[in-house]
């Protein structure tokens, strides 16, 4: 019992047990065989204490045995705070369509977007480079993703269960924000989401933080609902655009969903919209990305990518994973609070990884595992 629960510590703690914590365990189990424990009672009582310890509960950051201030985090601290990659594809598995509207959707196709988005992702982040991920054309695909949602005839080899990767056409397709997936989790039950996806775009590729309308502004914005029922998305989002007290906010978020209008429910490439008119996709991108102008949602992808704000924003959000951000304890002069992305910390990775001789995802990872942000820390004075 005393090897078993030993054992468990070390696997709960993530790290070796020092021989004072070594000590305490195994005078817990003293105890309990002296007051007569089983061995299951003592294996019971055993993973109480251990799941009870501050060591299992807290992920602790004291360095190594200096004084200093400025403290090296242990490579046991270090790895206990990273966290594996997780590609936002979970609210695929929600997504509820008509049948109705779009009865070429089901279950299968759905499991095939998700599959494609997984092979995908691996290509991209671990065989290319990282622009890759807005711009590639690589695609992985079955016979129903081919035939149905891109268009294409299916590749020799594809099945329904079997996936061949093919070459999307050039002038539809570019990266990762115009693949099914994407573009199919922020639909409606009828319909797409312009400003669903404007907000995924912000939030995920600038680092924007989209906060819901004030209270004192619900009024207003009911008011404009009601006036522009039935109209396109696209001109309810041009109308947003237009208006003084919704352009403040909505600038930041409705030029990329704007961006992305040719792309229908599924992500099918389309040219009119849901009322048969002719589909605008043209628009004037938000600050984060210097105010420029694209066409579609090809020439969007590609202009994010080349882009300095594209790798500062997912440089802050890796230092989010590998700093297990707690933004209400960020306060707290010992825990990290997680860099804005024009911070000197995000700054510094990113010119690090334009300097290096690849622009790989492993390089960018390299570095930010590199950064003063995930290997030191300040001690509380």
Request: aromatic share 8%; with cysteine; proline share 7%.
């Amino acid at each position: 019992m005393r090897a078993f629960v030993d054992a468990f510590a070390g696997r709960a703690y993530r790290r070796p047990l020092s021989a004072a914590e070594l000590d305490s365990l195994n005078q817990e189990i003293a105890d309990l065989s002296a007051l007569g424990s089983d061995p299951q009672e003592i294996a019971q009582y055993g993973v109480y204490a251990v799941l009870m310890a501050p060591e299992f509960l807290y992920r602790t950051e004291f360095g190594g045995s200096s004084s200093s201030s400025d403290v090296a985090l242990t490579p046991y601290e270090m790895a206990t705070g990273a966290v594996s990659l997780r590609y936002r594809l979970n609210l695929l598995g929600e997504v509820v369509i008509d049948p109705v509207h779009v009865p070429e959707f089901s279950p299968a196709l759905e499991d095939a977007m998700a599959t494609e988005s997984r092979m995908f992702l691996d290509e991209v982040l671990w065989h290319g480079q990282l622009g890759d991920l807005m711009t590639s054309t690589a695609s992985f695909v079955n016979t129903d993703l081919a035939t149905i949602v891109y268009g294409i005839p299916a590749p020799a080899g594809a099945t329904a269960t079997d996936f061949v990767r093919v070459e999307l056409p050039a002038d539809q397709r570019a990266g990762v924000l115009t693949r099914a997936a994407f573009l199919t989790e922020l639909a409606r039950t009828d319909i797409e989401s312009l400003l669903g996806r404007g907000i995924a775009v912000a939030e995920r590729v600038a680092c924007e933080l989209v906060a819901p309308p004030s209270d004192a502004f619900a009024a207003e914005e009911y008011a404009i609902i009601q006036a522009s029922a039935g109209w396109t998305q696209e001109a309810q989002a041009r109308q947003r655009l237009a208006l003084p007290d919704c352009t403040g906010c909505h600038a930041f978020m409705d030029p990329y969903g704007l961006a992305l209008g040719h792309y229908d429910i599924i992500g099918r490439m389309r040219t009119q919209d849901e009322q048969g008119r002719p589909v605008d996709s043209s628009a004037v991108l938000p600050p984060a990305y210097g105010n420029q102008p694209v066409a579609d949602g090809v020439d969007l992808s590609r202009k994010i990518a080349a882009n300095p704000t594209f790798t500062a924003c997912l440089t802050q959000s890796f230092l989010h994973y590998g700093l297990s951000d707690l933004p209400t304890l960020a306060a707290l002069p010992t825990l990290p609070a997680v860099p804005a992305p024009d911070s000197c910390v995000v700054q510094d990775i990113a010119t690090r990884f334009a300097a290096a001789p690849d622009h790989t995802f492993a390089r960018l990872l390299h570095e930010i595992i590199r950064s003063p942000a995930m290997t030191r820390r300040l001690r509380a004075q």
